[in-house]
């Protein structure tokens, strides 16, 4: 079965107090290439985000974008 390498998503979450958005782009690439971008106080997580994407991804450009 193949599987497309071209999509786009996105995601919200909201409290009370903060709203967590996500947005995921990924186009065809020959290589797994895997860009976060998030504000400084969550770039604790970027390893372990990178980490479950590769879990998911085997090759193609991934942009990831969480406000």
């Known amino acids: 079965m193949l599987k497309s390498m ?5 995601s919200e979450i909201a409290n009370e107090r903060q709203k967590i958005t996500v ?21 604790i997580f970027e390893a372990g985000i990178r980490n479950l ?3 998911y991804i085997q090759r193609g450009k991934v942009d990831v974008f969480i406000t």
């Open 6 to 10: 071209t999509g786009f998503g996105r």
């Open 23 to 43: 947005e995921m782009k990924a186009v065809n690439h020959r290589y797994c290439d895997i860009n976060v971008k998030m504000p400084k106080k969550l770039s």
């Open 53 to 55: 994407l590769k879990k």
